[in-house]
């Protein structure tokens, strides 16, 4: 079973999260050119907007959270 490393020997890689709040915001980001890392969608600020916005964020090119 290999060992596994301590934190302190493991390799930090920082990320970029895009947070998408509004429809505005989501259309952005599907127009970025060089998206984020991942994108965190915050579904309790488009609550109003969800039958919308449900097939738009399946075009996104990141990861979301």
């Known amino acids: 079973m290999p060992t596994r490393r301590s934190l ?7 990320g970029i999260v895009g947070v998408i709040m509004t ?5 952005f980001a599907l127009r970025m050119s060089a998206p984020p890392d991942l994108f965190e969608v915050r579904l309790d600020h488009l ?3 969800l039958a919308e916005v449900e097939d738009t964020i399946k075009k996104l090119r990141a990861p979301i959270i």
């Open 8 to 14: 302190k020997t493991r390799p930090r890689r920082s």
């Open 47 to 49: 609550i109003k907007h």
């Open 23 to 27: 429809r505005a915001n989501l259309r």
